[in-house]
């Protein structure tokens, strides 16, 4: 009677077992067949009213069924675990990719681009110079001398460099000082270029320069700027006029014309400013040029022939132009950006506009 009780309870476990989806449905059984309060343990706990004759018959039967009981629950465990993981390695190769972030291009950087091969279309090449320039670039061969009262339009990083590192490490009395700076315009790369090139020629020179100032909407400490400087035998004014208009009319995509005013730069001469057309109202008047009609581009002039001296040409042989302007204050007419800050602030929400 009772050894027919426990096969019943076995073979009613094996087949609950075989049964089992998960590893909790297992464990629940683990408790209904072997638990404390289960049929089986209540079975052995009355083994011991039994005579001794059934004990030894049916102690060892109940102790076989419960071990073979557990071994296989844990088998079931076994190959519930093993299926679970794989589940888990499963690729799902129809599964859409993870887009990866890519970046661009900064705006300066395209509006860069778009100038260069503007001027590399017009024959132009583009010349390079440091950014950390000595003050014999920056003021000294651009017949700006020291104490010129012209250096004040420069607000100038000046760095110290020594010139001779080994003979005044004891003595810091002695150490020597050359005067280097981070450039405050890119026109000291004309005098680089003309020192190792000869007319004629025609060059572009973008890059990044510093100035220290306060910042507001229209000044940053940090900028690019961009010479053009075009040298040859009999080049004039006429020239420089032709060659802004066909460069800005390029730029902008539309007919644009360049206005010149007298000004004064140390390095040129005669020197002015030229505006172009305001390209919001095409040169009526608005708001975005004040009613003017035009907006101010930069500085320009006839190279002063002191810079040719410096550069190593012969006086009065040849003629030139030069000009510089804010590859920024270029981007903000394009864009219509209306504070320079925003180039350099690294606010993404800004920069992915482009
Ligand atoms: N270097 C001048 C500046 O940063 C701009 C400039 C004016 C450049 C006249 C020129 C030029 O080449 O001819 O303010």
Same mark, same amino acid.
């Given at each position: 009677?009772l050894?027919?009780?426990?096969?019943?309870?076995?073979?009613?476990?094996?087949?609950?077992?075989?049964?089992a989806?998960s590893?909790?449905e297992?464990l629940?059984?683990?408790?209904?067949?072997?638990?404390r309060?289960? /049929?089986?343990? #209540?079975?052995? +706990?009355?083994? =011991?009213?039994?005579s001794l004759? $059934? &004990?030894? %018959? *049916?102690g060892?039967l @109940?102790?076989?069924?419960k071990?073979?009981?557990?071994? /296989?629950?844990? #088998?079931?465990? +076994?190959i519930? =675990?093993?299926?679970?993981d794989? $589940? &888990?390695? %499963? *690729?799902?190769?129809? @599964?859409?990719?993870k887009?990866?972030?890519?970046g661009?291009?900064?705006?300066?950087?395209?509006?860069?681009?778009?100038i260069?091969?503007?001027?590399v279309s017009m024959?132009?090449?583009i010349?390079d110079?440091?950014?950390?320039?000595?003050?014999?670039?920056?003021f000294?061969?651009?017949?700006?001398?020291?104490?010129?009262p012209?250096?004040?339009?420069?607000?100038?990083?000046?760095?110290?460099?020594?010139?001779?590192?080994?003979d005044?490490?004891?003595?810091?009395?002695?150490?020597?000082?050359?005067?280097?700076?981070l450039?405050?315009?890119?026109?000291?790369?004309?005098?680089?270029?003309?020192q190792?090139?000869?007319?004629?020629?025609?060059?572009?020179?973008?890059?990044?320069?510093?100035?220290h100032?306060?910042t507001?909407?229209?000044?940053?400490?940090?900028?690019?700027?961009?010479?053009?400087?075009?040298?040859?035998?009999?080049?004039?004014?006429?020239?420089?006029k032709?060659?802004?208009?066909?460069?800005?009319?390029?730029?902008?995509?539309?007919k644009?014309?360049v206005r010149l005013?007298?000004?004064?730069?140390?390095?040129?001469?005669?020197s002015f400013e030229?505006?172009?057309?305001?390209?919001?109202?095409g040169?009526?008047?608005?708001?975005?040029?004040q009613?003017?009609g035009?907006?101010?581009?930069?500085?320009?002039g006839?190279?002063?022939?002191?810079v040719f001296?410096?550069?190593?040409?012969p006086?009065?042989?040849?003629?030139?132009?030069?000009?510089?302007?804010?590859?920024?204050?270029?981007a903000?007419?394009k864009?219509?950006?209306?504070?320079?800050?925003?180039?350099?602030?690294?606010?993404?929400?800004?920069?992915?506009?482009?």
């Amino acid at each position: 009677m009772l050894e027919q009780k426990i096969l019943n309870i076995k073979t009613q476990a094996l087949e609950d077992i075989e049964k089992a989806q998960s590893e909790k449905e297992l464990l629940d059984l683990r408790v209904k067949y072997l638990g404390r309060k289960s /049929e089986f343990n #209540k079975i052995l +706990k009355s083994l =011991k009213n039994l005579s001794l004759e $059934e &004990k030894k %018959k *049916i102690g060892p039967l @109940a102790n076989s069924v419960k071990k073979e009981i557990d071994e /296989e629950i844990k #088998k079931a465990e +076994k190959i519930i =675990k093993s299926k679970v993981d794989l $589940e &888990k390695e %499963k *690729i799902d190769i129809t @599964a859409p990719g993870k887009k990866i972030k890519r970046g661009h291009l900064h705006p300066l950087t395209i509006v860069q681009n778009e100038i260069e091969n503007i001027f590399v279309s017009m024959g132009f090449e583009i010349a390079d110079g440091p950014e950390v320039e000595t003050e014999f670039y920056a003021f000294d061969a651009l017949n700006i001398p020291k104490d010129h009262p012209a250096r004040d339009a420069w607000d100038t990083f000046w760095l110290k460099a020594q010139t001779n590192a080994d003979d005044t490490q004891t003595n810091t009395d002695k150490i020597q000082y050359k005067s280097v700076l981070l450039r405050p315009h890119t026109s000291p790369v004309q005098v680089r270029y003309m020192q190792k090139n000869q007319p004629p020629f025609r060059i572009i020179a973008p890059g990044k320069c510093f100035r220290h100032e306060a910042t507001d909407a229209s000044h940053e400490h940090t900028f690019y700027q961009f010479e053009a400087l075009v040298v040859g035998d009999d080049i004039n004014a006429g020239h420089f006029k032709y060659i802004a208009e066909e460069f800005f009319s390029k730029f902008f995509k539309k007919k644009i014309k360049v206005r010149l005013r007298p000004s004064f730069f140390p390095f040129t001469e005669p020197s002015f400013e030229f505006d172009i057309n305001c390209t919001v109202c095409g040169g009526k008047g608005c708001s975005a040029c004040q009613g003017t009609g035009w907006s101010e581009i930069g500085g320009a002039g006839m190279v002063n022939q002191k810079v040719f001296e410096v550069s190593g040409y012969p006086k009065n042989k040849y003629q030139g132009f030069a000009w510089g302007f804010g590859i920024e204050r270029l981007a903000m007419i394009k864009y219509k950006i209306d504070d320079v800050r925003l180039f350099h602030g690294g606010d993404l929400r800004f920069i992915k506009q482009f």
